[in-house]
Nanobody
Framework: QGQLVAFGGGLVQPGGSLRLSCVGS????????LSWYRQTDGKDRGMVAA????????NYADSVNGRFTISRDNAQNTVFLQMNSLQADDTAVYYC??????????WGQGTQVTVSS
């Protein structure tokens, strides 16, 4: 049974940085597209960044473009989200997702990011 485990969240001051990591196991990690999503209370989960299996095709939500960087290390079965210049609006639970088709998807458990002074 495949799973994803996300970690690296925490409390950071505005303007600060955090690096999230998500480790996959139990499935062929290198064949999957990978994404980070975030969700706040009362809102739908929204895509933050996505990277294809080769690492060559990357997309970002407009709200984080230029501040966040997604990357992957297939040898370590890990996807990263480097978050810089964090703002209060970035406060959310962050989830990683591995996908290869609509029927073949894994979600991590979520990690809380709080941006506050």
């Amino acid at each position: 049974q495949g799973q994803l485990v996300a970690f690296g969240g925490g409390l950071v001051q505005p303007g600060g940085s955090l690096r999230l990591s998500c480790v996959g196991s139990g499935f062929n990690f290198s064949r999957y597209g990978l994404s980070w999503y975030r969700q706040t209370d009362g809102k739908d989960r929204g895509m933050v960044a996505a990277i294809d299996p080769t690492g060559q095709i990357i997309n970002y939500a407009d709200s984080v473009n230029g501040r966040f960087t997604i990357s992957r290390d297939n040898a370590q079965n890990t996807v990263f989200l480097q978050m810089n210049s964090l703002q209060a609006d970035d406060t959310a639970v962050y989830y990683c997702k591995a996908w290869i088709s609509p029927a073949d998807v894994y979600w991590g458990q979520g990690t809380q990011v709080t941006v506050s002074s």
